[in-house]
């Protein structure tokens, strides 16, 4: 399974930017997935999770009510839509996919495929 996220930059406070990641190599319908991010200094943290479907996505508090989570599976392509963002939200954002049937959860460990970061810039 390989997976390459796209669409980070350098964006204003408030401002939007939405992430996409592809993945190849998989039966695209059969991968749960989740998005994680790390800042600079810090520990990469769960940012969000969508299962195979689509149909259930789950959060962390900090993105909750700014960012969504989608998928495509006839595209083989999942999502992050950024709104109202804010400087904490600067970090190199990393998509992540496991087998799961449900929703996956926000640690690590459960994830067994890793794409590459995108950075995400958010200024003041």
């Known amino acids: 399974v390989q997976l390459q996220a796209s669409g980070g930059g350098l964006v204003q406070a408030g401002g939007s930017l939405r992430l996409s990641c592809a993945a190849s190599?998989?039966?695209?319908?059969?991968?749960?997935l989740g998005w994680f991010r790390q800042a600079p200094g810090k520990e990469r943290e769960f940012v969000a999770a969508?299962?195979?479907?689509?149909?259930?996505?789950y959060y962390s508090d900090s993105v909750k009510g700014r960012f969504a989570v989608s998928r495509d599976n006839r595209k083989n392509a999942v999502y992050l839509q950024m709104n109202g963002l804010k400087p904490d939200d600067t970090a190199v954002y990393y998509c992540?996919?496991?087998?799961?049937?449900?929703?996956?959860?926000?640690?690590?460990?459960?994830?067994?495929?890793w794409g590459q970061g995108t950075l995400v810039t958010v200024s003041s």
């Open positions: 992540a996919a496991n087998y799961s049937i449900g929703v996956p959860g926000p640690r690590e460990y459960e994830y067994e495929f």
């Open positions: 190599g998989v039966t695209f319908s059969r991968i749960s």
């Open positions: 969508i299962s195979r479907s689509g149909g259930t996505t």
